[in-house]
């Protein structure tokens, strides 16, 4: 066993060691290619580093992606330094509202979470989930697109019995929502992503599995029980070898649908959280290595991703796995003809929640566009079409399925309940949408998902930009605005 005191000797850039989970590991080759930059992993040279690899790393990051002949064996806990945290107050502050944050049972919709894990997440984590592109137009667009929707309720129906099961890519699911791909849930929970398995399999719901997931893809799909459904979504890895490995393991492990996320051949500025992640005291460190660290989380975790994917890629994909494929992320009726011509089994109208490009539009708008289209070419049916981006409501999902949508993608939302009140506050999220759907169907006269359809919407200000919309309370008080770089205090002259 390797003392605290012969690891710490190595803590420079010729030679350095880190110590995670009890375990000492020589990164010095590895510097220069961490996505992250030299800096952050210089700042645990020679120390444990085990609470800052934790949130953003799987943890099998290190068995996969770093050769055997630099695992240096088990270090004894008792000898390591770790680094020696300064009084914060901010952190100090963020534990008191901790501990006054409201009851779970305060919470009667989904921005209500969002309201409470602005205020007990630490501010990195928040940057990371909340943060848009650029202005984040296109991020409220997403959720204020909806209320240019109104609705055309039928009257004098029996209501009694309603039905919201439904069907999307062949399982069966109590409810039209899945647990879309959201990267990093160890940033909102220590247990990260398997507390929405749990959730997901309490409600029959479907949860993708994301490629940027805190807790490893096999942990995930272990965290899932008897028949339940998960699907993978997708980044194409540079390296094509090492995609056709993640999807035949999927496959393997009883994955059932294949999400290829095709709006990120580059990752978007995400302004909120490029002003957030590297502010870490001690992460500046001077390497040397003109890495730019100033562009947050997002592009620290995901440079690994092909810009060269395209069309042609799809007949690849085809031929390596039996998965249905569904291309996520597509924001033109165009490409959505593409799909069906090139034969994949569904399509994600997404613009990712935001987060890539700003005034791309809302996946409820293209979806409009969409289907009367496909209708006219005598295409429906031939391809499953799915939404997300911006549902904080059940009629939210019921608007889209009655424009033609199988099911629809919630992220943001469960990443903040679970972040405010873990396994139970996604449980009662969720128990709200059922509640919210029970209702909205009960209201708009119709008893089975079957039943929704297009003349029970009016569309009309839909497309129209210049329409103004009911001003929206709760998003406008829950929506964290962008700042502008801020002044020094001025120094005491004491």
Known sequence: MLSGAEVAKHNSKESCWVVIHGHAYDVTEFLPEHPGGMGIILKYAGKDATEEFDPIH???????????????GPVDPNTVEKIKKEDDPEEAERQKRIQNKPPLSQCYNLMDFEAVAKDVMKRGAWGYYSSGADDEITLRENHEAFHRIWFKPRVLVDVKKVDFSTTMLGTKVDIPFYVTATALGKLGHPEGEVLLTKAAKKHNVVQMIPTLASCSFDEIVDAAE?????????????????????????????????????????????????????????????????????????????????????????????????????????????????????????????????RQLDFSRSGIEVLSETVPVLRELGLEGRIEIFVDGGVRRATDIIKALCLGAKGVGIGRPFLYAMSAYGLDGVDRAMQ????????????????????FNSSLVDTRNLSSHVTGVPRDYLGHKVYDPLVTPAFKPPKSKL
Request: neutral net charge; hydrophobic residues 35%; charged residues 25%.
């Open 58 to 72: 799987p943890p099998d990051t290190l068995d996969k992606y770093l050769d055997k002949s630099k695992h240096l």
């Open 226 to 354: 008897g028949a339940q459904v998960q699907w993978l979504q997708l980044y194409v890895n540079s390296d094509r070898a090492i995609t056709e490995r993640i999807v035949r393991h999927a496959e393997e492990r009883g994955c059932k649908g294949l999400f290829i996320t095709v709006d990120a051949p580059q990752l978007g500025r995400r302004e909120k959280d490029m002003r957030t992640k590297f502010t870490d005291q001690g992460s500046n460190v001077q390497t040397g290595h003109q890495t730019d660290n100033s562009q947050g989380a997002a592009r620290a975790i995901s440079s690994f991703i092909d810009p060269s994917l395209s069309w042609k890629d799809i007949p690849w994909f085809q031929s390596i796995t039996k998965m249905p494929i569904v291309l996520k992320g597509v924001q033109r009726v165009e490409d959505v003809l593409k799909a069906i011509e090139y034969g994949v089994q569904g399509v994600v109208l997404s613009n990712h929640g935001g």
């Open 432 to 451: 709200l949408l059922r509640d919210e759907m029970e209702m909205a169907m009960r209201l708009i006269g119709c008893t089975s998902v079957d039943q």
